[in-house]
């Protein structure tokens, strides 16, 4: 579990795909650098986020960490975008003595989307993003004022335009200089997680109506009742 408050902007030091080394797998693998701060405390094995896909942790020094990517988080996300040099957003899964200052973030990407849009007003940017038609269905799971991961970064939804699949954020000067959508360009894809709360109540509210339980009975069941 992450917070979506990213810890380190990394380095994306070596990609390999077919890494035949043991701690590669015979795989796809990232090689991510500029992480000391982050690895102060890390183990083989442990889950760290890189631009909001929880990877694991397969060999790591002072100052880098390799993982390996499954042929579905590529299919899903942009991480087969990177090239050496690319850079990074990073958080480790967060521990009982973290102040959680984000949202609860799965590190499970749902799908990519593409900035439509960059405006900056004052020192703030304004970014619009565009959902494809296969994943339509996210538009769901995003309102006005909700949660939104992108790239891993913790960010609330501004606008929403259903018809035309589209949503927009607003970031800050401070996150800004923290994470790394202002590198990026009209057109780049984004990894995107929706609030994992919205996709829960949407299973039970459908589960409800399956078994054709009544509207009254559903919302006593929701308040507890």
Partial sequence: ?????????????????????????????????????????????????VNGTCLTV??????????????????????GDLKVGSKVNMERAMDAQKRFGG???????????????ITPEGNSIWFKFQVDEESKDLMRFIIPKGFITLDGT????????????????????????HVIMPLKKLGDRVNVEVDMLAKYALKSLEGAIRSNEGLEQLVKRAAGL
């Fill in 1 to 49: 579990m992450f917070t979506g408050l990213v810890e380190r902007l990394g380095t994306v030091t070596s990609v390999q795909e077919n890494d035949q080394t043991e701690s590669g797998g015979n795989g796809w693998t990232l090689t991510l650098g500029d992480a000391a701060p982050i690895l102060t405390d890390c183990h083989i094995g442990d889950s760290i986020a």
């Fill in 58 to 79: 397969t060999e790591f020094d002072s100052d880098s960490f390799k993982v390996g990517v499954a042929p579905e988080s590529l299919r899903r996300t942009n991480l």
């Fill in 103 to 117: 949202h609860m973030v799965q590190g499970h990407v749902d799908a990519t989307v593409r900035i439509a849009s």
């Fill in 154 to 177: 913790s960010l609330t939804v501004c606008d929403v335009d259903d018809a035309e699949r589209t949503f927009s954020i607003m970031m800050i000067a401070h996150t800004q200089a």
